[in-house]
């Protein structure tokens, strides 16, 4: 029941800037952390950003001062907005989220299918 949908990646120029979008549905009691992965050909997968459960914020030190992780309780969506885009930012991006569905019960991890952003002149 419980969904995360990504959108808004594209094709973008060096320097250029995008938003993407994370929006959680289905039987939620509450999220306790979202975040955005990435994962470029050949690469590991490596964490971009992330709300976690305390609510502080972390990012990786190759997009500190570039992207910015937001989020809107009410509509339980988490947002990236990435801006000064650089080639190697190119990647499939994939939203995560830590949810528990119903209280007293054990929390999960949840993927979204992944979203391209593809940084090219």
């Known amino acids: 029941q419980v969904r995360l949908v990504e959108s808004g990646g594209g094709l973008v120029q060096p320097g250029g800037s995008l938003r993407l979008s994370c929006a959680a549905s289905g039987s939620i009691f509450s999220i306790n952390a979202m975040g955005w992965y990435r994962q470029a050909p050949g690469k590991q997968r490596e964490l971009v950003a992330q709300f976690a459960s305390v609510g502080t914020t972390n990012y990786a030190d190759s997009v500190k001062g570039r992207f910015t992780i937001s989020r809107d309780n009410v509509k339980k969506t988490v947002y990236l907005q990435m801006n000064s885009l650089k080639p190697e930012d190119t990647a499939v991006y994939y939203c995560?989220?830590?949810?528990?569905?119903?209280?007293?019960?054990?929390?999960?991890?949840?993927w979204g299918q992944g979203t391209q952003v593809t940084v090219s002149s």
């Open positions: 995560t989220a830590s949810i528990l569905r119903r209280r007293y019960e054990s929390v999960n991890d949840y």
